[in-house]
C-alpha cells in the first residue's frame, strides 16, 4: 500500500497505560485504507516495548525520537506520511470504529473542506463514560467561534494533507495553544466542519499535564494567543523573555486585560473543580479549590470572584446532601451575583447533558 487514503498520526510519550488501545481503535476502522504511525516521543517508560506487538502489521510505522514535544513529534509523523488526509489521534485515547469513514464521507459530500473534526465523549481512567464535549458543526459558527476559543475537539481532526505541508504543520516555538494555532491558520484560508455525531471517546484522567500545571498553562494559553493576534511567533529572544513561570503581571505589561484574564482564569479553576468531582478525584478537586481561593485572595479580586466559588461551593454540598451549607452558599453567592447560581448549575451539566448517547 503506497498511496492510503488516510494516514494517522500518534505522537506517544510515556503512554504505556493507553497507546495499545488507542493503536487498536486506529487498526480497527471500517475504512482500512489507512497507515499508522506513531512516533515514540522519547518515552521512559515502556511504550516502546508495549508498541512493538503491533510492528507486524504493514499499516503501522513506528518512529523512535528523543523527546521533542508533542508538536514536533506529530510534524514528524506528518513528514512520514503518505495519505490523502492526515488524522490526529492522542496515545490515551480511542477512536470510535466508524470515526474515519464518517470524516472522509463529509470530504467527499463537501470537497471545499480542509479539516473535519467530530463530537467527543470523554472517558475516564476506567473508559466510564462521563459526558459529551460539543462543537459547532458548520463552517460559519466554527469560523466565527475561532476568533475567541477552539472550536473543534483537536484529537478528532482529519486534515487535508496538502493543506498541513503548506502551512507547514504545528508551531513548534509556542509552548502551548499550538493545536488552537494551527486550525485558526487553516480557517484562516479554508473550509471546515464536525460531523456532529460522538465518534471519538477523549479520555480525562489525573494524569493529564493540565491537572499539574494548570495555571501556567492558562497564562501562558493567554499569552499565546495574544502573540497569534499580534502575528508574532517565540523566536529566541521572545523565549528568554518569557521563561519560566509566567505572572499575570507579565500578560499586562503585554497589553492583555487584566480583569479578562482574572476572570477565565476563576472559570477555568471552577470548571476544573466540576470535572474532578465528575471524576471522582475530590482530594485533587479539593486542591483545586484552594488553588482558586489563592488565586483570588494573591491578585485581590473583587466580590464577583467569591461569588462564583459559593455557587460552586453550593451546588457541591447540595450533591453531597449538605442542604443548610447549599443554601447559605447559594444566598451568599445570589446576594452579589443574582445569576451566578444559575450559571455554574447549566456549567456543570455541560458534561452530562448527552450522556445517553452509546457506542
Known sequence: ??????????????????????????????????????????????????????????????????????????????????????????????????????????????????????????????????????????????????????????????????????????????????????????????????????LYDLRIHGGNKSFYYFEQQRLRGFLTRHMMDQGRTFDDETRRQFEGDLSKEQLVAQGICGERIDRQMVTHYVQRVQMLDRLGHRELAKDFMARADAYIERHQLEDWAQAELRALRSLRALRNGRWRRSLRDAMAAMATEPGVLFRRYMDSGRYTLHRWRTR
Open 1 to 198: 500500500m503506497t498511496t492510503p487514503m488516510v494516514s494517522v498520526v500518534i505522537a506517544a510519550y510515556n503512554a504505556e497505560d493507553y497507546v495499545a488501545e488507542a493503536v487498536r481503535s486506529v487498526l480497527e476502522q471500517t475504512m482500512d485504507d489507512l497507515e499508522l504511525i506513531v512516533v515514540n516521543d522519547g518515552s521512559t517508560d515502556s511504550t516502546r516495548h508495549v508498541l512493538r506487538r503491533f510492528e507486524d502489521d504493514q499499516r503501522v510505522q513506528i518512529i523512535d525520537q528523543e523527546n521533542t514535544g508533542c508538536s514536533a513529534a506529530r510534524n514528524r509523523g506528518a513528514a512520514a506520511s503518505k495519505g490523502r488526509y492526515i488524522a490526529i489521534v492522542d496515545a490515551d485515547d480511542v477512536c470510535w470504529s466508524e470515526k474515519l469513514e464518517r470524516q472522509v464521507e463529509l470530504f467527499r459530500r463537501e470537497p471545499g473542506l480542509a479539516v473535519v473534526g467530530t463530537q467527543a465523549r470523554m472517558i475516564d481512567q476506567e473508559g466510564r463514560h462521563l459526558g459529551v464535549l460539543r462543537t459547532p458543526t458548520g463552517h460559519d459558527a466554527i469560523a466565527e467561534g475561532m476568533r475567541r476559543s477552539m472550536q473543534f475537539c483537536h484529537p478528532t481532526v482529519l486534515i487535508r494533507g496538502d493543506v498541513y505541508r503548506e502551512l507547514g504543520g504545528y508551531e513548534e516555538s509556542y509552548p502551548t495553544s499550538e493545536d488552537y494555532e494551527f486550525l485558526r491558520r487553516i480557517i484562516d484560508g479554508y473550509r471546515a466542519a464536525n460531523v456532529d455525531d460522538v
